[in-house]
């Protein structure tokens, strides 16, 4: 059985983060492990929200999970700081680990602000020439070209070319909805290609972007080819939006498996 670890968030309501990472991990059938950076606990009542995890304690979690199991795909979700940013990513270039899917998370689907303004300039510099693919949505594509990206197919395909001069070996930019469909750009330096799935009208996405990288590093572990593994995941996280659960008020949680159903 493949091996795979996720270094992200806690997100204690269970939609995305680790929670979303290791019930993703569960249904496509591969073994999950975590490195915890932060603690997201939003709450309206108590005001209470993110509480952020030291260094040792994530060194600790790292070497655990790598050293007593062993690691086959790592993916990377809510790092937060630039200190966190920079120790993860010196752990990263001493384990030699052929799947690495960096998804550059910045905002929560709340609003939570889930990577500090300082950290992007570590995060561009250290973490993403390491990744196989990095996994951004138009706005974190946004910040990281420092421009704006009209919501078109032609300003989508050039910002995925522009982000890929950061140094990933592959793009996937989440487009959002044009003309009706949730549209995805792959690029990886030598061809372009758009993933469509029709666009669901809902707002329980939240752990959309967490599931559907999750489903890719879990494929990729299994040595799934790149472009099949998206295809699967993009069929995965739509059948968990489709199936969206709203326990509360506000944005529901994806149905992390609901493919197993369809
Ligand atoms: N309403 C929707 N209908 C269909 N697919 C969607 C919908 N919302 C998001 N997706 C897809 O889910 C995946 C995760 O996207 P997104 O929600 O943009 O990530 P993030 O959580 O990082 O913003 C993408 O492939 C996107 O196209
Ligand atoms: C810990 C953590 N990581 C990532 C996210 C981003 O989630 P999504 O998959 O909805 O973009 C959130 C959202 O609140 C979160 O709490």
Redesign the pocket.
Known sequence: MKRVLTIAGAAAQGSAGIQADLKTFQERDVYGMSVITATVANNSRTNQGIFIRDIEEIEAQFYAATEMVGVDAIKTGMLFSTKIIERVSSLLKELPVPNKVI?PVMIG?MGSQLLADDAIEVLKKQLIPQATVITP?RLEAEKLLGREIPSDLHALREAAKELYELKPQAVLL?G?NIDGQ???IYYDGQTVEVFR????D?IH?SG???T?AACLTAELAKNVPMKQAIQTS?QF??AA?EHALSFGTGIGSVRHGAARQE
């Open positions: 998804d689907k949505n989440k959002g949730a549209v995805d799935m029709p666009l669901i809902t996405t959309a972007g967490c559907y993009k996280v739509h939006i």
